[in-house]
């Protein structure tokens, strides 16, 4: 394994190598061959990882050979002065005190003890659970590292084997809440911060709090729910599910009286999210009242000093920073210039009808995710100046053109496509649901991003974000 991700860097560097010196795409500057050249080589380490290499590894080389290639400083660094930056940095902190207070896991078992258990209502429980650390942390990391330890210990309760359809049931669905139902807002999902950051500096302004939820809260309720439907229907074992209800009370009652911090932290978190849903009121940027809400938990000592450097992986801070950067990167080495007359004549002409526009855009990105494995975030970036003509032109939201990129993030069909699965299944070692059924509920998720974009378009007409 460890010589296959060293033979895939290698790949990578001779491809980059080949691209720089041999220069073979016409209407490409110089500048912009070896840009591209430096961003292939950072996506093999980015991809492969040889020897568990962190990201900060390829970024560093993005943005050293950004750099020697005669990019300006705060093109290359731009990412990391983007508001999107300062709303994952917050994010990551809320989603820590989540774990360290256990209001996180006293969340997930008040759900649980509130219904009699069977298969639906342990479905419905996960839905309300999603929500719920949804609204209180975009982290989806941190929504993983509390549900997943929960979900194995009801499969053990439920006296499912490891592999079979019910232990695939619970934990693919409390898997799935972690990632769907916080992308309808804003700040529920980092998927939120991340498109803010890579959309065009003159779309930025169309992408608030508000109009993220007017617009994507409706699909991707859509998606959620007949995902849970589809999983029900599939993989939902025939014999009743097992459990007395007093052992989720039994479990909620070993938790404890709620805590001091868990008061405060509440206190703090659902005040941010007043605060992120009545911006338009008070005017205060998303940015500033989650560094605000990050300053209380200091200052409250939620967060104590050493965990201001522990409590959050800077590594994934770092790699979001760098690829944030690649839209600026792409603009002023020209490659977005060489790429968009490329792409444009047929998308321009897919435009004129959205529902066709959206639905081959997305099925492009999801296939693109085969190879663009990091999220495809060098996609996105390499293709979002695209959405301006598309607005300017057609009148398609740019919030509307990005729920393409939005569902190629949570895109999954295999296990290595979805950082996060990989996350899920290193917890549960071996607990949860086999191979084939990640294909299955991938199938799932293509079926309910269909039905979603079928549903919500007349709904898009309505409100005007089509035109």
């Given amino acids: 394994m460890l010589n296959t991700r060293v033979l895939g860097v290698v790949a990578s560097v001779l491809i980059a190598l080949i691209i720089g010196l041999v220069a073979p795409f016409a209407g490409l500057p110089q500048q912009g061959h070896w840009i591209l050249a430096t961003v292939i080589v950072t996506l093999g380490f980015w991809i492969f990882r040889p020897g568990g ?35 994952l940095i917050p994010a990551l902190y809320f989603g820590f005190v989540l774990q360290k207070t256990g209001l996180g896991k006293r969340i997930a078992y008040l759900v649980l003890k509130s219904f009699e258990p069977s298969w639906l209502s342990m479905a419905v429980s996960w839905f309300i659970i999603g929500i719920a650390l949804s609204a209180l942390t975009p982290s989806i990391t941190v929504r993983i590292a509390i549900v997943m330890p929960i979900a194995v210990s009801v499969v053990e309760a439920c006296k499912q084997a490891p592999h079979s359809k019910g232990s695939a049931f619970i934990t693919i669905i409390a898997w799935a809440m972690c990632l769907f139902p916080g992308t309808g807002w804003l700040t529920g999902s980092l998927t939120g911060p991340i498109m803010l950051g890579f959309l065009p500096a003159e779309l930025k302004g169309m992408a608030t709090f508000d109009s993220w939820f007017q617009i994507l809260a ?33 479990q909620y009652a070993a938790l404890g009286p709620v805590t001091r911090d868990e008061k405060v932290a509440i206190a703090i978190l659902i005040g941010s999210l007043i605060m992120f849903t009545t911006e338009k009121m008070h005017g205060i940027p998303t940015a500033a009242v989650a560094l605000m809400a990050l300053a209380l938990l200091i200052i409250f000592k939620i967060i104590a000093v050493p965990e201001v450097s522990t409590g959050v992986n800077w590594d994934v801070i770092m790699f979001f920073g760098v690829a944030i950067s690649l839209s600026p990167i792409f603009v002023n080495a020209k490659v977005s210039d060489w790429i968009v007359p490329i792409l444009q004549p047929n998308l321009m002409s897919l435009a004129e009808n959205p529902l066709a526009f959206l639905l081959v855009t997305t099925f492009g990105i999801m296939a693109i995710r085969f190879i663009d494995v990091p999220w495809g975030f060098s996609t996105i970036a390499l293709t979002v100046p695209i959405l301006i003509p598309v607005f300017n032109q057609f009148g398609i939201h740019p919030l509307v053109a990005s729920m393409a990129y939005i569902v190629g993030i ?5 296990s290595y496509q979805q950082p996060f699965t990989l996350m899920a299944e290193g917890m549960m070692q071996g607990k949860g649901w086999a191979p084939h059924h990640v294909t299955l509920a991938g199938v799932s998720y293509i079926i309910s991003v269909v039905v979603a974009l079928l549903i919500s378009m007349p709904y898009w007409r309505m409100i005007g974000v089509i035109r």
């Fill in 410 to 414: 949570n895109f999954f069909l295999l």
């Fill in 53 to 87: 290499l962190p990201f900060m590894a390829g970024g560093s080389l993005l943005l050293a050979g950004c750099l020697i290639f005669g990019l300006k400083y705060n093109v290359v660094a731009a990412g990391f002065i983007s508001p999107a930056v300062w709303v």
């Fill in 218 to 250: 409706l699909p991707w309720l859509l998606i959620t729910v007949i995902f849970i439907v589809l999983i029900y229907l599939t993989m939902r074992p025939k014999e009743a599910i097992g459990i007395p209800r007093d052992t989720f009370r039994a």
